[in-house]
């Protein structure tokens, strides 16, 4: 129809006849889509009343779906629910009316209702429903139309062909159809009566009329909503019940159906014997929680988007392992890579090496391959970072040999030895993290370098790159863990397929220690947002000041300036604001710097107190916190040094900071004041990097507080344990009663040698 | 009415006649509330259409709050909006018949629709918007009634006089009226004409109607939603517009009103002065956002719940600063506090623990009072927490003044230092987090402790303490703040004021840079779910397991379990799992164990495998991840050392993990593979602890795997930051057309001296 904000019609390529979805990423090009509502969804409240917001949120998403060209289909529950809630109404206040004639005020809060019988509450609660979809959907443009089904109309072969026919037509007619069954003429039937194998599905819930219904209009996705999460291997709430991402025919066995099952009617096993039978026809099935508040307002376009929500219903078992497989596989082959000597990981990373080197005609042409599929499509600088050479892997090859010298005493190092007491003590020990989540785009050169980073700190590695890199990545990958099989730990890094959603990743708190994003900041940015209860390592903003002091050099001032601007504008150390000392105004340092910057291109912004001093001024800056990422700064006036330092810690990001002054007094006072991650005097800006201060390796740059901050090196993948050796030490005997005492001895340990 | 789920009436007192409330805490008690729904809030959808769900959840809160015992009334906008929708709704749908009739499919969604007249779509609208309101409250089985009104009804005496008691009458009635300005026969008004002072308020808007209705009816509340989060101190998205929290009427002139206001018709200013009416007339008033998706589904009942959301307005100015303002002054003066001498930190704290032997009298008198209010009101164990007396005083005392000489060695200690290059020297030296923000229960000895602890590692601190504890805190505070102010910064530690909610100060993730709960697991759990993007220090589960190995020694196997169990069973150290050898079934050793924890009334719980070997076994666990916290525990079976550690890996929560073995290569097996904060062997759970393991003052104990593991001491409390000194270096002098080379040679530190 008519009316449609923002949501353009989406193309929907038709599906292979008759086959279900394979994957979930896949669910976008569902055409017609059949939406079954439990009891749960529709009627029941949080706090009080009905559970209306939730309905209305459906509505909302169903609609969205049907203005996008989609044909959706309803299948509801609650009529019996929304009758009772009208009877009781109608009946209070059919009594309120006489009652209000002869009684005070309150008397109406007390009042009881009779009990209502259910068949009268269905007839009367059908009205009410529809009214309520039909006013909500009216605001979106779009008409519904009332179908009461009962078992008797898909048995009969020409009620079967009428139904079909009417549902065509509305759906033609782009009508959104809401199906219930009769229940004032039929009674509710009887649970726990079998389904009648698969090719007949008797109706007797609303669970088995979607599936039916589903099949019989060849609908491409039927979404099951009910107060569970999905399907669980266990019953939910014992020690080890987990939700099923995915789930095929074949597994059915390997699920243990709880005898208690809260959904009532039907309960999870019907629900996937139901889903089953859907599937067999051709339909793709999701079961999900419509009840949670959380998730309420997108569940039903979430599923559509491919999200990981509830339980898929799949015909299709790929071949490797899930995430979550790949995730446990990780962790135990990580804790023996953890346990094995120094040299041993060592001999890992020149093994990845020299097999970098060895196998260098297969990588180019798996890389070629990339190259080819992404010449076109992609811009020219991501096919650049995208493309190997033979110098790259050479250059890859001798850095993966330092870090495997120079990684020799991470994991395991003694960084505290104290004696608590006499035969009792207490180490301090390094050890890995865990799992990591390395996130990257586009450069497959990070793939190895990442790797070798988490061999070195005994870490397991989950890797996630780039689609338009996937051919690269393999070869990669695959050398990565042969290098690992050497000594029996391949599994301890995963590659994630590709269809692997950021944001599903991004959400497996239990599993994931710790996430690196190396990319853009905006994927640091999405990463740092979507992160629910993991820690994120990096940085998203860079907004780096330089400060000319009245008594800078002139030299260094224009070397520091032009390099932390110019020398690589894009990256996240590059100065963004130019702080200047008032008293240069107008001086030849002054004149030479904005010279310096008008040669090199930079596009000057003025910010409010500079453009104040100027007669015709560059364009004012909207904010003082842009980070421009470009041959673009700005320029501020600045009365002193402690001026400078307000106005970085106002403004700044606490990434890098840079004085430029001869006055050694000022520069300590700046360096020691400015409460930024890096703070430098007369260097530029672009030294803040982990390569460039000697860490060997990067892991990132982090602008966190806690943990690693600055440029991080391998220490950053590092954490602590505490081990304590006793002879059967108890605290009671250190007690006023007891026979012992504390001693805290430090011990001395070797000097820590941070790499 | 009758029927309502789980909202028990809540006792409203009567508020003392025509004052407004002065702090939100205290809106909990407003009885008459107006909820005012801006046209933004009724009808902008997000992707499509009209905002259903929003209104079906502000539906919802007002039901809520109306079954609560509370007097609503709705001033609704949108009428001209719905019934543009509507008409156009009619208008395809009688095209669409004759159409359909004689065309293909598809040609009705590119139809176009007629403009229509705005005073025709306010009357088709009013029907729609009354029907979808009456459907929505129908569901929790209250009555709205429609009420329209227009400028004159509140200027003709006999008019206000009728509206008055109609409106009366209705509330009387336990139904929700329904306010809309009659704008079919009305005009909209003039924008930009003036408000007429404050004895007279002109209707032209939504606004000026909801206050004058509000005053008119005495209604303790107004809530004003619109699409604004509230009112800000300069114009939103400029640099440091802040949304303001309250607003007292003497503030109006330090706002900057933006001059292009989106909000449109009346704009914020004009959105303040009907604010301001309302208040002068006796009403509170809220302006708050009803349309962010985030917020929308409890902002009103968070509004009445005291919740810090949008604007409040009040007449009474509050004498300290807000909690916003603490903190910054907090953050200001303890980067003066970083900057002193180590000596000049450790003379504050010194003086502390002075102040607290020489004004003993004025603690305890203080502390006497909160002990007298807490009498007959919490359990006796509180009490007892709560209680200070002339030793605890000393022995905190004692415990400071260790601190104070232990600190000397914390802020700016250099980590490691690097010569880069030629002149180039880089350090990374330890610095403050920043800002602390401390929540401890009941103890008040609490606030000197972390006091000492924040100045030893010069950190601001925010210290929220208990309602209950609220004079020993002040008393406690201002001596801090005395002892601070020798050295000028009094204000690096601010007590908030105990109205402030917890939930509030964890959203406050620009402000603060570390959050450390005191207190029990509750508290923390509490805590972790509602800070958002600030890390959070302490563990919230201590699953803590000993495991007793087959070449265990009897009396070091009862001496450990024995005081891992029973020393302190509620502490976060204690054991919580058994798990036992299968071979020392049945021998000597068992015996006694159980023996030994009958003898202590341990409470036992069987694991699943134990029970299977027992004929008359205690009750089955339900969990094997259970913290008991009591004289309970649960007993396991295991085959082996390492079929022990898969059930720590797989059960425990990582806090602190036992193993009893005389087999020293066992001992290390274990203590190398469980991957816990803290691994013993022959020692009991208990050393788990920062001031056993020697750390002098203990910050908490961590689970999390970043930053600080294990016990805290000090050191967790600080971050590093690299400082570069260089003569004018660039990255450029390094490049292969430059000059330099980089020689990252490591320049001995002195040895680090942990505290």
Redesign the interface.
Known sequence: ???????PWTVLLPRPHGKSFAHRSELKQAKRIVVKLGSAVVTR?D????A??R???I??QV??LQ?QGREMMIVTSGAVA?GK??L??EI??SQ?VRQ?LHSG?NQ??????PVLEARACAAAGQS?LM??YE??F????I?TAQILVTNLDFHDEQKRRNLNSTLHELL???IVPIINTNDAVVPPPVPNSDLQGVNVISIKDNDSLSARLAVEMKADLLIALSDVQGLYDSPPG??DAKLIDIFYPGDQQSITFGTKSRVGLGGMEAKVKAALWALQGGTSVVIANGTD?KVT?HVITDIVEGKKVGTFFSEVKPAGPTVEQQTEMARHAG?TLA?LLPEQRGEIICSLSELLTEKKDEILSANRKDMELATGRLSQPLINRLSLSTAKLNSLAIGLRQLAVSSGNSVGRV??R?R?ANN?E?EQIT?P??VLLVIFESRPDCLPQVSALAIASGNALLLKGGKEASNTNKILHHLTQEALSIHGVADAIQLVSTREEVEDLCKLDKMI??IIPRGSSELVRDIQRAAKGI?VLGHSEGVCHVYVDSEA?I??AI??V??SKC?YPAACNAMETLLIHRDLLRTPIFDQIIDMLRTEQVKIHAGPRFASYLTFSPSEVK???TEYGDLECCIEVVDSMQDAVDHIHK?GSSHTDVI?TENEET?EQF???V??????????S???DGY???LGAEVGIST????A???VGLDGLL??????????????D?SEQGNMK?L?E?I?VP????N
Chains 1, 2 share one sequence.
């Open positions: 129809m008519g009316w449609r904000r923002g949501s409240g706090e009080c009343g009905l209306l917001g309905l209305a949120s509505v909302e609609a969205v203005n929304f809630q009208r009781r109404h209070l206040l309120s209000a005020q109406l809060k007390d009042m009881s209702v009410g009214a309520l006013a909500m009216t605001q979106y443009s008409c033609r007619m782009n014992t020690d508040p307002g804790r346990s960084l505290r104290t608590v009792l207490l050890v993290i865990g220690d710790l820690p050099s030299d260094k070397d520091v032009k390099d020398d904010s003082l916190r403004y430029v520069a360096l020691q004041q409460d930024s991650a890096c703070v430098f005097s007369n260097a530029s672009r030294f803040a460039r201060f000697g966190a507080r806690i943990h901050r600055g440029p954490t602590t344990k505490w081990v304590l050796r006793g002879e059967g030490h108890t605290v009671a250190f504390y805290h430090n001395p000097q820590g040698n941070f």
